[in-house]
């Protein structure tokens, strides 16, 4: 598998509504945390988050979380 381009070694703190959301795995997306289509031809592609509940989300920025699209302070060691 390919290797992810780190954002920033932070996560992106963003208030969510509920609904579906694409998380930007790859890591060159312009838009971050969310998919802008700058994948295509990686062989990476963005991961699909439902938001069942409205609040605050951080979202991972550094793109080697255990937790997928979730910040697990993985940024502290890469």
Do not use: Y
């Amino acid at each position: 598998m390919p290797t992810p381009k780190i954002a920033q070694k932070a996560p992106f703190v963003t208030e969510e509504a509920a609904g579906t959301r694409w998380w930007c795995a790859c890591g060159m997306s312009h838009t971050q945390p969310f998919c802008d289509g700058s994948h295509k031809g990686s062989g990476m592609a963005p991961l699909k988050v439902d938001i069942t509940q409205p609040g605050r989300i951080a979202w991972c920025g550094c793109k080697h979380s255990k937790n997928g699209a979730f910040c697990d302070g993985s940024h502290r060691t890469v």
